[in-house]
């Protein structure tokens, strides 16, 4: 089936340092490819999204490119900032009717002053 | 402002006690998901709606249960069948698109 893979964490960065979470999945048909973030205690919000490939979402400095060939889709930025410490999760849509999200495990990322 | 309410944020209860958890959205949205969060891992997909008056499994439904009567609210009933009822529970929505909202989560603790 359809499945979403992480890099473990937790990622520990100095403030401004560059930032990539790498994000690979495994699907039939063309999913969508979504980055979430979760700060502590609270739900999740869309950081991103590409819905086909070579497709690059981009917010708030974060960016990620849709690679199909790679089946890739690696969350970046380029200087990272405290406020930016959070869980970040890279999802996929099943691409069926119900819009069901497949997640990857999360990414703890640590920003230290 | 548009949204998702969850609530309670915390809720606390006894083994072999049921608990029904709110859910209640403000967007119109046809689409409402029910996951379950555990540290360290990401979210699984209990159940989900896609009409009023419908919902599916998904892959974890085993001791929940669902109802959707009314477009707005989908609350979930975690039963006493539940074996790990312990976690932080998130609701979401979608307008048949591409973008889950989610709420703001219910952490159930369960002694």
């Known amino acids: 089936g359809d499945s979403v893979t992480q890099m473990e964490g937790p990622v520990t960065l100095s403030e401004e340092a560059f930032l990539t979470i790498n994000c690979t999945y495994t699907a039939t048909g063309y999913p969508s490819l979504f980055w979430y973030v979760q700060y502590p205690g609270e739900g999740l919000q869309l950081l991103l999204k590409a819905t086909k490939a070579d497709d690059k979402g981009s917010n708030k400095g974060f960016e990620a490119t849709y690679r199909k060939e790679t089946t890739s889709f690696h969350l970046e930025k380029g200087s990272v900032q405290v406020s930016d410490s959070a869980v970040y999760f890279c999802a996929l849509t099943t691409g069926d009717s119900s819009y069901k999200l497949i997640f990857g495990s999360g990414t703890r990322l640590l920003v230290r002053p | 402002d548009g949204g998702i309410t969850q609530s309670p944020k915390y809720l606390f209860r006894k083994e072999g006690q049921n608990v029904t958890l709110s859910c209640e959205q403000n967007l119109n949205h046809d689409a409402m998901y029910w996951y379950r969060q555990d540290p360290g891992q990401g979210l699984r997909l209990i159940y989900y709606s896609q009409i009023v008056n419908d919902f599916q499994k998904g892959d974890i439904a085993e001791g929940y249960s669902v109802s959707r009567e009314k477009k707005e609210s989908f609350p979930l009933t975690v039963t006493s069948a539940q074996k790990n009822p312990t976690a932080f529970y998130l609701c979401?929505?979608?307008?048949?698109?591409?973008?889950?909202?989610f709420g703001p989560g219910t952490r159930l603790t369960v002694t």
């Open positions: 979401a929505s979608t307008d048949r698109g591409y973008e889950q909202y």
